[in-house]
């Protein structure tokens, strides 16, 4: 809440001006001034300055709001409870989709599809409301430069195709979705310190930073004392603004995340030790089987980032053509898990394939497994092999 404009607080647009004219422009910055200060600034006398003080906090203050308050708020407007997805199963499986008003995190190896769903949900977000969508904008924040406008219209006209029915309703979405490359910490920071204007002039109803993993990681060598701190600090201040915009507005905020390996080694867990540009394979001594593990891949950036994202989705491999979507951690659903393709009109669900082996691994969604492209290639090989050539395979595929 301290990071909400001055101008939305109802002070005079000439205060306003004064105040940015000595750069500040929130309620934190102004929240942070003492009264000597403040008077030096707006030129305005102590009693005067002691009023400001009290209306700029009662504008930041937290509202508080009952539990039926809440409820009602959304029974009333279906539409700025949840973006739906489009995927059937899994908005059931999520009350209705996305939640609007919080953090939604998208981690994943290589691959498997997180730019593919952000640009789906974008196309969505766009749409009207009798749609499902949300009738708004988007603001895209690209850190790896990874998203394609032809991509976004491919989407578009194949899932759509009776709705997108012209060049002219095309072009209207791709005007609607608003890109930034951010390609540092600093910048993305600064960046999402600055939406909240935008977020009222354009109507935005989606924010997409795909992905935050990968400035942190470039930037901050956690083998380096000092590093974890900044690093933790820098993630802290982006998750509370992204919080703070989620919640204001009532717009779903939407993460992408990288993978890590996890070494474990009796109670000790040291995670972020390896940072893995592309697929990588778990050491399991030399068969493979009847050993434990010494490592798995988990989800970059910790387990106190972790608790900042409300809603946590994994997408893995699972076989050649098939990957899996895990809803790891969500206030309302169940550990639940999905098959899915990637196609022309973006992640289609395989509602009919069997899900009789899956299970959930562990009590925390920080240390939630994910399965990468080498252990799904071996699953296969392993469950395509012939019984009397079991020992042989077992001996050859250790080395994959």
Same mark, same amino acid.
């Given at each position: 809440?301290?990071?909400?404009?001055?101008?939305?607080?109802? /002070?005079?647009?000439? #205060?306003?001006?004064?105040?940015?004219?000595?750069? &500040?422009?929130?309620?934190?910055?102004?929240?942070? #001034?003492?009264? /000597?200060?403040?008077?030096?600034?707006?030129?305005?006398?102590?009693?005067?300055?002691?009023?400001?003080?009290?209306?700029?906090?009662?504008?930041?203050?937290?509202?508080? =709001?009952?539990?039926?308050?809440?409820?009602?708020?959304?029974?009333?407007?279906?539409?700025?409870?949840?973006?739906?997805?489009?995927?059937?199963?899994?908005?059931?499986?999520?009350?209705?989709?996305?939640?609007?008003?919080?953090?939604?995190?998208?981690?994943?190896?290589?691959?498997?599809?997180?730019?593919?769903?952000?640009?789906?949900?974008?196309? /969505?977000?766009?749409?009207?409301?009798?749609?499902?969508?949300?009738?708004?904008?988007? &603001?895209?924040?690209?850190?790896?430069?990874?998203?394609?406008?032809?991509?976004?219209?491919?989407?578009?006209?194949?899932?759509?195709?009776?709705?997108?029915?012209?060049?002219?309703?095309?072009?209207?979405?791709?005007?609607?979705?608003?890109?930034?490359?951010?390609?540092?910490?600093?910048?993305?920071?600064?960046?999402?310190?600055?939406?909240?204007?935008?977020?009222?002039?354009?109507?935005?109803?989606? &924010?997409?930073?795909?992905?935050?993993?990968?400035?942190?990681?470039?930037?901050?060598?956690?083998?380096?004392?000092?590093?974890?701190?900044?690093?933790?600090?820098?993630?802290?201040?982006?998750?509370?603004?992204?919080?703070?915009?989620?919640?204001?507005?009532?717009?779903?905020? $939407?993460?992408?995340?990288? &993978?890590?390996?996890? #070494?474990?080694?009796?109670?000790?867990?040291?995670?972020?030790?390896?940072?893995?540009? *592309? *697929? #990588?394979?778990?050491?399991?001594?030399?068969?493979?089987?009847?050993?434990?593990?010494?490592?798995?891949?988990?989800?970059?950036?910790?387990?106190?980032?972790?608790?900042?994202?409300?809603?946590?989705?994994?997408?893995?491999?699972?076989?050649?053509?098939?990957?899996? /979507?895990?809803?790891?951690?969500?206030?309302?659903?169940?550990?639940?898990?999905?098959?899915?393709?990637?196609?022309?009109?973006?992640?289609?669900? =395989?509602?009919?394939? *069997?899900?009789?082996?899956?299970?959930?691994?562990?009590?925390?969604?920080?240390?939630?497994? $994910?399965?990468?492209?080498?252990?799904?290639?071996?699953?296969?090989?392993?469950?395509?092999?012939?019984?009397?050539?079991?020992?042989?395979?077992?001996?050859?595929?250790?080395?994959?």
């Amino acid at each position: 809440m301290a990071a909400k404009k001055l101008r939305r607080a109802r /002070l005079s647009q000439e #205060l306003c001006e004064r105040l940015s004219r000595y750069q &500040i422009t929130t309620c934190q910055d102004f929240l942070c #001034l003492s009264l /000597l200060e403040l008077m030096k600034v707006t030129g305005q006398s102590y009693y005067d300055v002691q009023k400001l003080l009290c209306k700029v906090s009662r504008a930041c203050a937290p509202k508080m =709001q009952t539990a039926y308050e809440m409820k009602l708020r959304k029974s009333v407007n279906p539409s700025s409870a949840f973006l739906s997805t489009t995927l059937h199963s899994l908005d059931k499986a999520l009350h209705g989709g996305v939640p609007c008003g919080s953090l939604t995190e998208i981690t994943s190896p290589p691959g498997c599809g997180k730019t593919q769903f952000c640009i789906m949900v974008s196309v /969505l977000a766009t749409l009207p409301v009798s749609m499902g969508g949300l009738d708004g904008a988007v &603001i895209y924040i690209d850190t790896e430069s990874a998203f394609s406008a032809e991509r976004l219209i491919e989407i578009a006209g194949n899932r759509f195709p009776t709705y997108f029915d012209s060049d002219e309703k095309l072009f209207c979405m791709t005007r609607s979705i608003h890109l930034y490359r951010e390609l540092t910490c600093g910048s993305v920071l600064k960046r999402i310190m600055s939406l909240e204007e935008e977020i009222i002039s354009k109507k935005v109803k989606l &924010i997409i930073i795909d992905s935050v993993a990968s400035v942190v990681r470039k930037e901050f060598d956690t083998k380096l004392q000092g590093n974890l701190a900044e690093r933790s600090n820098f993630l802290a201040r982006g998750a509370s603004v992204l919080k703070y915009l989620a919640e204001e507005f009532s717009i779903p905020v $939407i993460l992408t995340n990288q &993978i890590t390996t996890s #070494l474990s080694n009796g109670l000790a867990i040291q995670a972020d030790l390896v940072s893995p540009a *592309d *697929d #990588l394979s778990l050491s399991e001594g030399a068969s493979g089987i009847g050993k434990r593990e010494s490592g798995c891949v988990t989800a970059a950036l910790g387990n106190t980032w972790s608790h900042s994202v409300n809603t946590r989705l994994i997408l893995q491999y699972h076989d050649l053509p098939t990957r899996q /979507l895990l809803v790891a951690k969500s206030p309302v659903a169940p550990f639940s898990a999905f098959f899915y393709t990637i196609e022309k009109s973006g992640l289609v669900l =395989q509602d009919g394939k *069997d899900q009789t082996n899956l299970t959930w691994e562990g009590t925390n969604p920080a240390l939630q497994t $994910i399965r990468v492209r080498n252990t799904a290639l071996k699953d296969t090989l392993l469950d395509a092999a012939l019984p009397s050539t079991t020992g042989e395979t077992l001996s050859n595929t250790s080395n994959l």
